[in-house]
């Protein structure tokens, strides 16, 4: 917008200086037209600095928001790893996990599930990205909520939780696909393409 403001300035100042309609006025009030376009000149400058710490400040937003998803998918991938070993292991040894569960719920990283509420997240996710991570998120929660409920078998929560940890997952993989297009490395349309691929993944599992 400002630099659109600036370039219609830079037009109007070199029609002022050439133009042969005003060569009276501009030999007449000299003084006048100086100060004029000086003014002008000053504008311009004004809207030229605006735009380049617009596009500055958008820049550095990016970046903390990728910052912020390699955050989370680290915690991601903790969640994984957590899940084979404190629950999926033992359970293929034939330990009853209903207890440990007890003693040690099966959690969502905060950073994951606090991501709705990003101020960056709602300014640069993509609309379906976005979607993606509501999808995850809101499976996820009933995962949890359900592996940790007292009444759910120790079977069950088995297979619960192969779920959750497919689930992680395809939750790092929505993140990663943002971060590649935030960092340039894929094109919108490219990401799009995979995201309708996860969407139907995570809608099917």
């Not at 007449?28 to 400058?45: D, M």
């Not at 991501?115 to 991570?133: G, K, M, W």
């Amino acid at each position: 917008m400002y630099i659109i403001l600036a370039a219609i300035l830079v037009i109007v100042t070199l029609f002022l200086i050439n133009s042969s309609l005003l060569d009276g006025f501009r030999t007449k009030k000299a003084r006048s037209f100086e100060f004029f376009i000086s003014l002008i000149s000053t504008f311009i400058g004004f809207f030229i600095a605006l735009s380049l710490n617009t596009i500055l400040s958008d820049i550095n937003e990016k970046q903390n928001l990728v910052k912020l998803l390699n955050a989370t998918n680290l915690s991601l991938e903790n969640n994984e790893m957590k899940t084979k070993g404190m629950y999926l292991n033992p359970a293929k040894k034939g330990i009853d996990i209903t207890e440990i569960i007890q003693y040690s719920p099966v959690e969502i990283p905060k950073l994951y599930t606090n991501l709705e509420i990003n101020s960056l997240v709602n300014d640069y996710f993509l609309s379906n990205a976005f979607q993606a991570y509501i999808l995850c998120n809101d499976n996820l929660q009933t995962f949890v909520k359900s592996a940790n409920a007292a009444n759910t078998s120790s079977d069950k929560k088995i297979q619960i939780l192969e779920k959750y940890l497919t689930y992680l997952n395809l939750a790092k993989q929505v993140n990663t696909l943002e971060i590649k297009r935030l960092n340039g490395d894929i094109s919108q349309s490219d990401e799009n393409l995979e995201l309708q691929k996860l969407t139907q993944q995570i809608m099917n599992n």
